[in-house]
């Protein structure tokens, strides 16, 4: 075969549509004609699926807002500790202000991976001396925003990962 001078037909994200093999390296293709030939670049296929996965068993964040976050369409009005497969528990903090290592030091019995902590409405980091228990134990401490780390603790939860969300709901 030889390489054809024409432009490859595109797909509807991004890149050339693909025979069932690429050329040399990658196979035949489709050009702008619908005529076969070599694309000159190596080509790498993925396939991903994506499905929406309802396991009720699993605590998932349903829906969070100014002052509330649900949990399996439960609402929660104060600060909460949401894992998995663990009840909701209320989190004694009230502002990002009267954080204490006390309210991290909290995690380590359940042993997650990762706490993804929602700082609030806005990005705002802990002092590392509230989250150095957490470290001891090699536990890794993500930080972000209220809504942000709703998402975050979702996505992680969905590939069944040990995660735990500390979402703090100031009054």
Request: aromatic share 6%.
């Amino acid at each position: 075969m030889r390489r054809s001078a024409r432009r490859p037909v595109h797909g509807p994200v991004h890149g050339p549509v693909h025979g069932p093999v690429c050329g040399p390296v990658c196979g035949p293709i489709l050009t702008a004609r619908r005529t076969p030939g070599l694309h000159p670049f190596p080509c790498r296929i993925t396939v991903l699926k994506l499905h929406q996965d309802s396991n009720s068993a699993l605590n998932t964040i349903t829906s969070y807002g100014d002052g509330f976050v649900a949990v399996n369409l439960e609402r929660h009005e104060g600060s909460v500790i949401v894992m998995p497969e663990m009840p909701v528990t209320a989190w004694p903090v009230s502002s990002f202000e009267d954080l204490a290592p006390e309210h991290f030091e909290a995690l380590v019995a359940a042993a997650p991976e990762v706490v993804i902590f929602g700082s609030g409405s806005r990005l705002r980091f802990p002092h590392p001396r509230l989250t150095a228990q957490l470290a001891r134990h090699r536990i890794g401490v993500e930080t972000m925003d209220f809504g942000a780390a709703c998402r975050t603790y979702n996505i992680l939860m969905s590939e069944g990962r040990r995660v735990a969300a500390a979402l703090l709901i100031e009054a």
